[in-house]
């Protein structure tokens, strides 16, 4: 039914490990058609994978645009990739996340998470009764029609809104960006969420990644635990989560940061709709000046918080963005009062946890300062880590005390 694909001989070691990704080195393609058929496939097809020796693998959807030649839908040479395939892949992604969060404190939260949840290029976050839908890749691309079909079965949204402006899209021969809704009423913007007690504005349309850092919800939770009559200061505060984090754990003050003026804005009216204002301070600024004018003022914090985006966009600048992290975190500690924390995160893939850890300790002594890790975490359960798809653990989070 499906076109075929020949792998080369001895590449089919990853697929028996269940790697979802195949990449264009390991199968036996000339002048873009495979051996195992007359015709050149199209990019964003469904196909079968073959052995050398003919046996059925895997089946996924192929483009000879990326590396990544071949990414895997399922192992079963039984099931179709059609609507029911999508509907069970959701329903069982949904049913993990639904009977492990607590509803009736938070209301948004990660549904699917492209490969880790075997539906690779597809993101689906649930804020409230609102799906936002990001798609990666080109041939899931082509299966939208189905994925639409199968998330309003299945989980029965209000709305459907698309943000597949991501640059991945480029990166996979795709030339356009869609967002917008797709189902559903409009959206409001900013709609309201919650999330462990806490509401936040959060506008879909045009908010960073889907709308709001689902990833850290877990680890603005439990920087509660450290903020009771403290000073706290928030760089890259994007719309405030660590900031009403540390309001709701009783901290005295709080300085929010971040260069986009209307995410300091957002900040300030998640803030108020809390009812932390009073004791709340923003500033629109690049934050390594914001820290270069502190350090200069002898200006200091109980509690730094160093949330950035992500500064490694490939392997080929790892060693520079290495270094910017260093001293980021070594210019935080500087603010920082003695037996102070540092809270620190970073959320490129290219960064392991050993080479975050690793940063923080040349921050440490940077600044002639010892560091102890008293907590170290990654990211929440609705964003699971598949164990045949390591690639899927991104995001390093350590609490540290400066000693």
């Given at each position: 039914?499906y076109?075929?694909?020949q792998?080369?001989?001895?590449?089919e070691?990853s697929?028996?490990?269940?790697?979802?990704?195949?990449?264009?080195?390991?199968?036996?393609?000339?002048?873009?058609?495979?051996?195992?058929?007359?015709e050149k496939?199209?990019d964003?097809?469904v196909?079968?994978?073959?052995?050398?020796?003919?046996?059925?693998?895997?089946?996924?959807?192929?483009?000879s645009?990326?590396?990544?030649?071949?990414?895997?839908?399922?192992?079963?040479?039984?099931?179709?990739?059609?609507?029911e395939?999508?509907?069970?892949?959701?329903?069982k992604?949904?049913?993990?996340?639904?009977?492990?969060?607590?509803e009736?404190?938070?209301n948004?939260?990660r549904?699917?998470?492209?490969?880790?949840?075997?539906?690779?290029?597809?993101i689906?976050d649930?804020?409230?009764?609102?799906?936002?839908?990001?798609?990666?890749?080109?041939?899931m691309?082509?299966?939208?029609?189905?994925?639409?079909?199968?998330?309003q079965?299945?989980l029965a949204?209000?709305?459907?809104y698309?943000?597949?402006d991501v640059?991945a899209?480029?990166?996979?021969?795709?030339?356009d960006k869609p967002e917008?809704n797709v189902?559903?009423?409009?959206?409001?913007?900013?709609?309201?969420?919650s999330?462990?007690?806490?509401?936040?504005f959060?506008d879909?349309?045009?908010g960073q990644?889907?709308?709001?850092?689902?990833?850290?919800?877990?680890?603005?939770?439990?920087l509660?635990?450290?903020?009771?009559?403290?000073t706290?200061?928030?760089?890259?505060?994007?719309?405030?989560?660590?900031?009403?984090?540390?309001?709701?754990?009783?901290a005295?003050?709080v300085?929010?940061?971040?260069i986009?003026?209307d995410?300091v804005?957002?900040?300030?009216?998640?803030?108020e709709?809390?009812?932390?204002?009073?004791?709340?301070?923003?500033?629109t600024?690049?934050?390594?000046?914001?820290?270069?004018?502190?350090?200069?003022?002898?200006?200091?914090?109980?509690?730094?918080?160093?949330?950035?985006?992500?500064?490694?966009?490939?392997?080929?600048?790892?060693?520079?963005?290495?270094?910017?992290?260093?001293?980021?975190?070594a210019?935080?500690?500087r603010?920082?009062?003695?037996?102070?924390i540092?809270?620190?995160?970073?959320?490129?893939?290219?960064?392991?946890p050993?080479?975050?850890?690793?940063?923080?300790?040349?921050?440490?002594?940077?600044?002639?300062c010892?560091?102890?890790?008293?907590?170290?975490?990654?990211?929440?359960?609705?964003?699971?880590v598949?164990?045949?798809?390591?690639?899927?653990?991104?995001l390093?989070?350590?609490?540290l005390q400066?000693?």
């Amino acid at each position: 039914m499906y076109p075929k694909i020949q792998l080369k001989q001895g590449r089919e070691k990853s697929l028996f490990y269940k790697h979802p990704w195949i990449f264009s080195g390991g199968l036996q393609i000339t002048g873009g058609k495979a051996n195992a058929t007359s015709e050149k496939i199209p990019d964003g097809s469904v196909v079968d994978i073959v052995t050398a020796d003919g046996n059925f693998a895997a089946r996924g959807y192929y483009n000879s645009l990326s590396n990544i030649a071949v990414r895997i839908l399922t192992f079963d040479e039984k099931e179709m990739i059609d609507v029911e395939f999508f509907k069970r892949r959701i329903t069982k992604a949904w049913h993990m996340r639904h009977s492990l969060m607590n509803e009736n404190g938070t209301n948004a939260y990660r549904v699917v998470f492209a490969e880790s949840d075997e539906l690779p290029g597809l993101i689906i976050d649930k804020y409230d009764e609102v799906l936002v839908m990001q798609i990666h890749t080109m041939g899931m691309d082509k299966l939208r029609p189905l994925v639409l079909e199968a998330l309003q079965s299945t989980l029965a949204p209000k709305a459907v809104y698309e943000r597949s402006d991501v640059a991945a899209r480029a990166q996979d021969g795709l030339t356009d960006k869609p967002e917008g809704n797709v189902f559903g009423f409009m959206p409001p913007t900013p709609l309201t969420i919650s999330e462990h007690g806490l509401k936040y504005f959060v506008d879909v349309a045009w908010g960073q990644k889907t709308g709001f850092f689902l990833d850290q919800r877990e680890n603005r939770f439990s920087l509660r635990k450290y903020t009771k009559d403290k000073t706290v200061l928030n760089l890259f505060c994007y719309t405030g989560g660590f900031t009403c984090s540390a309001f709701a754990g009783g901290a005295r003050s709080v300085t929010s940061v971040d260069i986009a003026e209307d995410a300091v804005q957002m900040c300030a009216k998640n803030v108020e709709l809390n009812g932390f204002e009073n004791a709340h301070t923003t500033v629109t600024a690049d934050v390594f000046a914001y820290l270069d004018k502190a350090i200069a003022d002898g200006t200091k914090f109980d509690i730094v918080v160093v949330d950035p985006p992500a500064f490694v966009k490939s392997q080929k600048n790892l060693d520079t963005a290495l270094k910017a992290y260093v001293r980021l975190n070594a210019m935080a500690l500087r603010l920082l009062n003695d037996g102070g924390i540092l809270v620190s995160s970073s959320c490129s893939s290219y960064v392991s946890p050993e080479k975050f850890q690793g940063v923080l300790f040349h921050a440490g002594l940077k600044e002639k300062c010892v560091l102890k890790i008293l907590e170290q975490k990654s990211q929440p359960l609705d964003h699971p880590v598949n164990l045949c798809f390591p690639e899927g653990e991104y995001l390093k989070f350590f609490v540290l005390q400066k000693n």
